[in-house]
């Protein structure tokens, strides 16, 4: 099978960042991103991360670095390592959880796009016009906004959980409601590329997937999967529609087997268009 080439000397440079990995998955038949998070001590982490793509790249989408490997890599090392990631059809997630002023946000952002990388995940906790405002900026550069809606870890309901007072709410009677829908209603207003939604979470994903309209339908993200409890099959049955997953896969005995079996295994689920 021919695969299309998504590398950014010859990717169609009309295509957002929503429409290219939407492509590739489509292309590869998966819609695993793969995080990868080498533990503290990793010797030669640039060498490891590219090992992986090499390796894992026929059997997913994208990748997702985090600050395992974006704080103790060089600008030329994140630099080489996008542009492989690229040269393998993948796009690029750089996990920073944003979550700062607008001109702070956007100069990460620049520095960011100028290594390769297509797209971050960032906090809604930055309120409804902030969002709008970076994430309009971004998609000027073709880059992509990935924004935090409720989180996979356990503690998450102290926070995405909250209830918060309406601010529509002119009624008499105060209304509260919880802070993970007014993220996901800010994230359909500013047009952001993805939310993420933690697999373990399936309530949650089941009540954003169903209140997107073909127009407003947002792609759902879900890491928590496997190793922190969350299952494949049932988040993309609830409406899931990219599974972040790092250690299951990158901490097993072969990783090549483990990803390839995790992709059969959900090879006849439809993915996001
Ligand atoms: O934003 C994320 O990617 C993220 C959000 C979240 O709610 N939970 C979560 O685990 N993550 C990240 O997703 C990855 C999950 O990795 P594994 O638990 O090893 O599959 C890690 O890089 C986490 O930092």
Same mark, same amino acid.
């Not at 080498?38 to 010797?43: M, N, R």
């Not at 496997?226 to 409890?229: A, L, S």
């Given at each position: ?8 000397? &010859? ?6 960042f929503k429409?290219r990995i939407c492509?590739i998955s489509k292309?590869k038949?998966s819609s695993i991103i793969l995080a ?16 992986? $793509? ?6 997913s989408c994208a990748i997702k ?25 993948l796009q690029?997630i ?10 702070? &946000? ?13 797209s971050?995940i ?11 405002? $970076? ?9 992509g $906004?990935i ?40 994230? $359909?207003?500013?047009?952001?590329d993805g939310v993420v939604i933690g697999g ?5 994903i089941?009540?954003?997937s ?6 407003? &339908?947002i792609p759902i993200y879900s890491p928590g999967l496997?190793?922190?409890?969350g299952?494949v099959?049932?988040a993309l049955?609830?409406g899931s529609n990219y599974l972040i997953i ?16 995790i992709r059969?295994?959900i090879?006849?689920r439809n993915l996001y268009l």
């Open positions: 099978m021919v695969h299309i080439r998504w590398s950014k000397s &010859n990717m169609i440079s009309s295509l957002s429409e492509a292309d038949k990868l998070d080498p533990p503290y001590g990793t010797k030669n982490i640039f060498d490891y991360v590219i090992e992986k $793509i090499e390796s894992l790249s026929s059997y670095l985090n600050f395992h490997v974006i704080l103790p890599l060089s600008g030329n090392e994140l630099k080489k390592m996008t542009k492989c990631a690229h040269d393998n059809d690029v750089a996990d920073l959880k944003l979550n700062d002023i607008f001109d702070t &946000n956007k100069v990460v952002i620049q520095h960011l796009a100028s290594m390769g990388f297509d971050t960032l906090n809604p906790f930055i309120g409804k016009n902030s969002l709008v405002s $970076i994430t309009r900026y971004a998609h000027s550069l073709g880059f $906004i924004s935090l809606v409720y989180m996979s870890h356990p503690e998450a309901v102290e926070g995405y959980g909250a209830l918060i007072q309406s601010q529509s709410d002119h009624a008499v009677e105060t209304k509260f409601l919880p802070l993970y829908r007014s993220f996901y209603g800010n994230s $359909i207003i500013a047009g952001v373990n979470r399936l309530d949650i089941k009540e954003c169903s209140k997107g309209t073909p127009t407003t &339908n496997i190793t922190q409890g299952n099959k049932d049955a609830s790092g250690r299951a896969i990158i901490g097993s005995n072969s990783p090549v087997t483990t990803i390839r079996s059969d295994s090879s006849d």
